[in-house]
Structure formats: structure tokens, C-alpha cells
């Protein structure tokens, strides 16, 4: 019986990364991030992971020690914080989150895992951006071979949203089948659209004060819904989810589906925007049914003055969209929970990677592992 192989989730945010390397073939053995409302959303969906809060500049192999509690992991994933490297910000060359980068492959180094995989945003290619990526990954070990940067569209890899991102895959060619890029060339042949992710999805919910309600509802009753809808319905493998959002998902209830009050002016200004076209005043993009959404914005922090994105115009509806068709356009199941707090929500998903391209990139790299532990177990 060959046993799951396990990861460790850096920069883990809400659990975007992890989710997909789960639905690939994955365990979870610890998640860390310095974010503790960020990571409020991982704890209760990986009841089973160890969730660290730490900064990771500041781990040593001391902290690792203690931290596995002797497990043995497979990879090592996550995604940097990404604002000092965006096209939508300053793009700041002094913002000292750009040296996260380099902590993410110094803490390769200590853990020394099968494999890793970094993600980030498309900007970490431009001009003064990629010469720190080179940088970063010169000071990887050399056992690894390193692919990458590699610019992924999660659009092509059943995500219903033109979100593109940079990936750099390193692996032991000792211990892992070899791997290239080619592998990691999406196959993707239905495009999924705005439709397809979010037409089943209930009407948004008045908030309250119920610390309990997070915007549950029921969804809308149609004769027909997408394969994608009926996958994001599915319920989750034994160990995942918080168990009060699984059971009433059981129930046809979902959450993340409270409201944004705007004002009638402002309705009537969403109602005349067109699909595809942009509101002047709140630069909000009014999706399109049979189009894509854009990349989901996340807002900033607490620290950096509680800014909230821009949200995206229901196609249909004179409003923005909620958390859960949100969390749908991303590619996170119905079963996920985010939180009460609507900003803290899209921080969540804005920051995440998409489940769908996760769970492709490591899908490839848990079979290169199963290849390879099923060639050692024949010799010995």
C-alpha cells in the first residue's frame, strides 16, 4: 500500500494552493502564514492540517523541526505576497513584502523536500521584477532541477476566469521522474463561462448581527445545471470542510451569499453598464454570461488601510457580486467557507490561487511521485 504523500503550504492564505494540491492527491501537514483572519478560512476547512501562524523570514530548521512534529514531506508549495510585484499597485521596489520571495526558496533549502512549486502573478516578468525571480532561484540547491518561470492561464484549466499567473516548478530528477514544461500545458478543450459558474447560485441574502449566519441560502431551483455547477455542489472527501457547511450543503444551502446595499442612484447607474463594459465611477467590469471574469482583486490588509477591491457587476442583477459567486469564478467548491466579514472574504479568495490550476500543476507532479515509488518498490 503506497501511503499519501505530504506537503507543507507556505504563504498559505486561505487555502486556494492546498485545496488543489488535496484534490490532486496530497495531504496537507502544515500550513503556515503570518495572517491569522486570512488564515481563519484554512483551519476550518483542513480540520486536519497543522495551521502555523509565523513569519517565515524568520524560520530555521529549529522551527521546521518542531513544526512537522516528525513528518516526513513530499513538496513544498505556496505564493509569495504578491502586491510588490503587481501591475494593479505601485509596484513598490521597496516594499519589504518583495523579499518573501527569496524566503520562500531559503525555506526550500531547510526542508529539502521531492519537489516545490512557487506561484505569483504575471507582473513578477516585467522589467526589474524578473531579474529578483533569477536571483531568488539561484539560491535553490542545486539537486534541483528547475522549470519555469512558466505563465499559466486559469481560464484553460477550468477556471471561468482569464487569471494569469507564474509558476516555477523545481524537482529532485533523483528521487522524481523527470518532469517538463510540456507536462504542465493545459488540455483544457470546454472553456468554462460566467454562466456556466454562477447562474445556479442563490440571490444574494440580507445581512444581520447572527454571528452564526455567514450568508447561507438556498440555491436558485433550475431543470439544468453546468457540469461545472454540479462539481462545485459535490460534497468533500472524509477529513475536509467544516462540518456545519457540509451539512447544509447536503440541504441545497450554501454560504457567502450576503448582500452589498447600494444606493438606488448607484443601482440605476450598474443597471445601464453593459456586459463587458466598465462602470466610470467605480471602475467596476459588468461580466458578461458567456464571458470570463477578470482577475479578482483583494484588497489590502489592515496594514495597509483597509482598502476593499473593486468588485466585478452581476451580468444580470443591478449589484456587485457576492462572496460565493466570488468563490465560484475562482474555481473554490460550495463546501469551502470563507468569512462573516464580506472584505475579509475577498481578500481571501483575491489572494488565492485557483484550486482548479493547482490541482492541474500538482496532479502531474503526484503522478511523476507515484512513477517513481512504484519503480522503487518493484526493485526492492
Known sequence: MISKS??????????????????????????????????????????????????????????WKLALAKDKIDGVIGGPPCQGYSRMGKGDVADPRRSLLFHFFRNVNILQPKFFVMENVEGLLDEGNIQELEAAIETVDKRYEILGPILLDASLYGAPTRRKRVVVVGYDPKLISSISEKDFI?????LVTVKDAIKDLPSPVSQDDEESNI????????????????????????GMGWPIAVEKLKLGITSGNF???????????????????????????????????????????????SHQAVRPLHPAEARVITVREAARLQGFP???????????????????????????????????????????????
Not at 186 to 190: C, E, L, P
Open 259 to 305: 448582500d452589498t446595499v447600494h444606493t438606488e442612484k448607484v443601482k440605476a447607474r450598474y443597471a445601464a453598464v453593459k456586459p463587458g463594459l466598465t462602470d466610470k465611477v467605480s471602475k467596476a467590469k459588468k461580466l458578461e454570461w458567456n464571458g470570463f471574469c477578470p482577475t479578482l482583486r483583494a484588497g489590502t490588509g489592515t496594514d495597509k488601510g
Open 186 to 190: 493545459a488540455a483544457q478543450k470546454t
Open 334 to 380: 460550495d463546501w469551502f467557507s470563507f468569512h462573516k466579514a464580506k472584505w475579509h472574504s475577498f481578500r481571501m479568495i483575491g489572494n488565492s490561487v485557483s484550486p482548479l490550476v493547482s490541482e492541474s500543476i500538482l496532479e502531474v507532479i503526484k503522478n511523476k511521485v507515484l512513477v517513481t515509488t512504484l519503480k522503487s518498490q518493484r526493485q526492492s
Open 215 to 238: 450568508g447561507w441560502a438556498k440555491y436558485r431551483q433550475q431543470k439544468t445545471i453546468s457540469e461545472y455547477a454540479q462539481r462545485m455542489r459535490a460534497i468533500p472527501v472524509v
Open 6 to 63: 505530504k506537503i507543507v503550504d507556505l504563504f498559505c492564505g486561505c487555502g486556494g494552493f492546498g485545496l488543489g494540491a488535496k484534490q490532486a492527491g496530497f495531504d496537507v501537514a502544515v500550513a503556515v502564514d503570518i495572517d491569522q483572519t486570512l488564515q481563519s478560512a484554512y483551519k476550518k476547512n483542513f480540520p486536519n492540517t497543522r495551521v502555523l501562524t509565523a513569519d517565515l523570514s524568520e524560520m530555521d530548521e529549529e522551527a
